[in-house]
């Protein structure tokens, strides 16, 4: 897999990147957060300019996320179980992610994209639950930058040891991300709970 993303990158520079970063956006199965970490070990090597390279990101992650709360918005949960094959979706994880949008769209979209087969379905519920795109923007742009920020400086400090740093982003990431979100939700809960309490 490296060898490949290497070559791809190698090939297409920040465009090649770009394009990456759009169908990991879209939920759809492809090593994208493996290709930002090793984009950051080129820049390193000066292979390849941060600033083209952050940009690509940052643009291409934010378009594709867009691109799949329209498809959210305009389509729909009968589009998302017609291709629940490829986009990883349950009739479930539909159910659980709409209740934890609602308890916090904010918390949701920043955090939501570390748990592992809730990050796909993002966007998407996030279309569908009929939040505003402007919302929706400003949070997965906050989301999009520190994603950027944190993959292109594992990948430019530590690409040597990528083994280490890909198991570090498939397994940690996912229990900080997942843990995070869940502290976020409980607080919202406890603090919903105790402004009845005194009414």
Same mark, same amino acid.
């Given at each position: 897999?490296k060898?490949?993303?290497?070559g791809y990158?190698?090939?297409? @520079?920040a465009?090649?990147?770009?394009l990456?970063v759009i169908i990991? !956006?879209l939920?759809i &199965?492809? /090593?994208?957060?493996l ?5 950051? *070990?080129?820049v ?7 600033? /083209?390279v *952050? !940009?690509a990101?940052?643009?291409g ?5 867009a691109?799949? *709360?329209l498809?959210g918005r305009?389509?729909?949960? &009968?589009?998302l179980?017609r291709?629940?094959k490829?986009?990883?979706?349950? /009739?479930?994880?539909?159910?659980q992610a ?5 308890q ?5 979209i920043?955090?939501?994209?570390f748990?592992p087969?809730?990050?796909?379905? %993002?966007p998407?519920?996030a @279309?569908l639950s009929?939040?505003h795109?402007?919302? *929706?923007? @400003?949070?997965?742009?906050?989301? %999009?930058?520190?994603w %950027?920020?944190f ?6 400090l530590f ?8 198991h570090? %982003?498939r397994?940690?990431l &996912?229990?900080?991300?997942?843990g995070l979100?869940? @502290? ?8 919903r709970t105790?402004r009845?309490?005194?009414?």
């Amino acid at each position: 897999m490296k060898e490949w993303v290497m070559g791809y990158l190698g090939a297409l @520079g920040a465009g090649g990147l770009f394009l990456g970063v759009i169908i990991e !956006a879209l939920g759809i &199965p492809f /090593p994208g957060g493996l290709m930002v970490i090793l984009a950051g *070990f080129l820049v390193n090597q000066g292979r390849l300019g941060f600033f /083209p390279v *952050f !940009a690509a990101t940052l643009l291409g992650f934010n378009l594709g996320a867009a691109a799949a *709360f329209l498809v959210g918005r305009y389509l729909g949960e &009968p589009f998302l179980m017609r291709f629940s094959k490829y986009l990883r979706v349950t /009739p479930l994880r539909i159910q659980q992610a709409r209740e934890w949008l609602a308890q916090s769209a904010a918390a949701f979209i920043i955090f939501g994209r570390f748990v592992p087969m809730i990050s796909n379905l %993002t966007p998407y519920i996030a @279309g569908l639950s009929g939040l505003h795109i402007l919302k *929706f923007l @400003g949070y997965n742009l906050i989301f %999009t930058f520190f994603w %950027t920020s944190f993959n292109l400086s594992l990948g430019f400090l530590f690409g040597h040891s990528w083994g280490y740093i890909l198991h570090l %982003t498939r397994y940690w990431l &996912p229990f900080l991300g997942g843990g995070l979100l869940v @502290g976020v939700l409980v607080f919202l809960y406890l603090k919903r709970t105790r402004r009845l309490s005194l009414k």
